[in-house]
């Protein structure tokens, strides 16, 4: 698949558009958030290591009653990154600053939940997802699914490479600091009582870090000592406020022994427990106000970031779209995901395909898997461009007549995008005369450029990772062809020959004046031929 990812699309990004796809950025942050489990879930799933929510990677048995979760520290890892911000000179906040190891060290991150988490959410950081939207997406992911209620989701969160200024509220602060630092963070009294509560409806206090809190040892239903916040410490419940109302509260931070680092004692009852007894009454409105606060912490990014619209799934969604020129045969291979659906009523589905002489052709799909997300609120219905006995087979094309776009027929109803069609581009693609070996190179590529296109550029894409995990694009030129070499009557090649024989490249191609990419991420492992 070719994407459009020009200059002046990117600027698009961040204004009020709604998501059309093609659209690189969002359609891998809407695959992330919406594609938890089952089928097509793109290498690392943040849902598993949630799942259970008493699951905690970093015991070295895996043991279930360490008392601690990775849900846990998901949640607490977001909420460090964001509570540097400060609002009036708009420093700090969401931008990943907690994943570098000079802002763990401070006194105001003890513990080791910012590693713990670094070590997995970090995973599904990607050209398009930076490490503030995979850690954002992490807390996000633990919260809907050990129960929560459904956040709203942005993306485009920017990486710093250098640590924030200070400012996570400490226990042994006194009230009027705690409320100044929640100020300084852009949000109310009020506010704070809530985003504490529904912070710590989740976890507790290690005994190791914090030991002048918790002073139990050798708790049985904790082998990592943790004091938990409250009775239910991996689901997310109004229980942080209606055992604190109730009375019955073992939370260290409003019964500990040192009353000092009685932070949310101090915190909740600092409205005479107006805002906690509403939480305690309702589960709903404790929910519906979470849902509000979260989103808004995880929006908390420094000034000139721009976040994208909330991303919404989109109700017909292909995937794993990608074109191969193969001698006289073009191969579109591609999925398409039906949102909300169930297999017990997959509806029927047709794919539409339009070419550059105006025909559409079209094929019945089938049915091939499901996949959940959000705690299993939802589910979606998958098809194969060509699926049969033998697997998701390319649908094979007229390399003249090309492929301009798609559209979908779901139970009888086009579904097109409003008139717009699923654009693809096939300017340019790889072509299956690469070849691997031949020393000294480890191999040649070659792109299958369409006839009368004539890109000024054609490149390898590599993706490139500074000394502090931020990613880029680095891009390798080929040499234009001195002498155009057919490899049908509609494309002819661009070739290079390349020495490292582990790179992992996308194909991109200027055109115009504008970029675009493909998305399958190619290796030389996989060219069949030998040089
Ligand atoms: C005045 C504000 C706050 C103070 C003083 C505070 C303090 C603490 C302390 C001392 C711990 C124990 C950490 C450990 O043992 O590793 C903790 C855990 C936690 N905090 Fe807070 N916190 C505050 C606000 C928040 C907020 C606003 C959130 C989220 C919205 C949050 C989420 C968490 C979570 C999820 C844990 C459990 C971590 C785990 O069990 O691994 N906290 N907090
Ligand atoms: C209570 O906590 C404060 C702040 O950590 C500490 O300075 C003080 O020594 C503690 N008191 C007791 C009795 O442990
Ligand atoms: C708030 O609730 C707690 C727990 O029930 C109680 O100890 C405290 O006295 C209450 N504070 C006010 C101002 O009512
Ligand atoms: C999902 O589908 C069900 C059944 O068709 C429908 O009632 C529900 O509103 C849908 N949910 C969303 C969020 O679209
Ligand atoms: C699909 O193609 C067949 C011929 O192959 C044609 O009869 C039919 O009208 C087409 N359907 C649509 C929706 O274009
Ligand atoms: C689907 O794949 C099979 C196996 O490669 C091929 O024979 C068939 O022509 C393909 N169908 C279409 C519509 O391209
Ligand atoms: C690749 O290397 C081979 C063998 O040295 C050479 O014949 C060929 O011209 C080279 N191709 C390109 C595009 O540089």
């Known amino acids: 698949m070719v994407f459009r990812l020009a200059c002046g699309t990117l600027a698009l990004l961040g204004t009020a558009h709604a998501y059309v796809w093609p659209s690189p950025q969002l359609d891998a942050l809407e695959a992330l958030r919406f594609d938890q489990v089952g089928f097509n879930t793109i290498g690392i799933t943040l849902t598993s290591f949630v799942q259970p929510c008493n699951l905690f990677l970093f015991d070295p048995t895996i043991n279930p009653n360490s008392g601690r979760s990775d849900a846990a520290d998901w949640i607490r890892t977001a909420y460090h990154d ?20 000079a802002e763990q060290a401070r006194a105001e991150n003890a513990g080791n ?29 633990a919260i809907e699914t050990c129960g929560g209620p459904e956040i709203a989701f942005r993306g485009g969160r920017v990486d710093a490479a250098l640590p924030n200024t200070p400012g996570v509220p400490l226990p042994q602060q ?17 506010e704070m009582i809530g985003l504490v509560a529904c912070g710590h409806t989740f976890g507790g206090v290690q005994h190791s870090f914090f030991p002048n809190i918790v002073n139990v040892l050798a708790d049985s239903t904790s082998t990592d000592n943790v004091a938990h916040f409250d009775s239910t410490p991996v689901s997310f419940d109004n229980n942080v406020a209606a055992e604190y109302i ?51 912490m995880l929006d ?3 000034r000139g970031v721009e976040l994208t619209e909330v991303i919404k799934p989109l109700p017909v969604k ?50 091939i898997s499901t996949s959940s ?57 790889l072509s299956q005369t690469s070849c691997q070996g031949g020393v000294p190179y480890a191999g040649r ?19 490139v990772t500074d000394s502090v995990q931020r990613i880029s694009i680095t891009e390798v030129d080929m040499t234009p062809p001195l002498h155009p070499v057919a490899v049908n009557s509609a494309y002819s090649l661009w070739s290079m020959n390349l020495t490292d024989g582990g790179m992992i490249f996308t194909i991109g191609a200027e055109i115009h004046g504008i970029k675009y990419s493909t998305t399958e991420q190619l290796s030389f492992f996989e060219f069949a031929t030998a040089c």
């Open 373 to 429: 997300s959000t705690g299993g609120k939802y589910s979606a219905t998958w098809y194969g461009f060509n699926s049969t006995v033998f697997g998701n087979m390319p649908l094979l094309l007229n390399p003249v007549d090309g492929v301009t776009g798609l559209s979908f027929v779901v139970n009888g109803v086009l579904e097109n995008q409003g008139g717009l069609g699923f654009a693809v581009q096939d300017a340019f693609m």
């Open 246 to 296: 109730a009375g019955t509260t073992k939370n260290p931070l409003v019964v500990g022994f040192n009353d000092t680092t009685n932070s949310d004692k101090r915190i909740f009852g600092s409205d005479g427990n107006a805002t906690m007894r509403s939480f305690a009454n309702s589960p709903d409105h404790f929910a519906s106000t979470c849902a509000n606060l979260f989103a808004r």
């Open 113 to 141: 939940g910012f590693s713990n988490t670094m070590g997995i959410v970090l995973a599904v950081v990607n050209r398009y997802v930076s490490n503030a939207d995979a850690i954002a997406l992490g807390a996000l992911i």
């Open 174 to 190: 006194d009230l009027n600091s705690h409320i100044a630092i929640f100020a300084r963070q852009g949000f109310t009294q009020t």
């Open 445 to 463: 590529v070659d792109v299958a450029v369409r006839n009368g296109v004539h890109p000024t550029r054609v490149y390898l894409e590599q993706v």
């Open 300 to 302: 908390t990014v420094p």
């Open 318 to 367: 292909p995937a794993s779209i990608n074109l191969v020129m193969n001698g006289d045969t073009l191969e579109l291979t591609g999925l398409v995901r039906l949102w909300n659906t169930t297999q017990a009523a997959a509806p029927t589905v047709s794919l539409l395909w339009h070419d550059h002489v105006g025909h559409t052709g079209n094929t019945t799909l089938n049915f």
């Open 82 to 101: 964001a509570a540097t911000h400060n609002i009036r000179d708009g420093t700090g906040g969401m931008d990943g600053s907690i994943r570098l190891v």
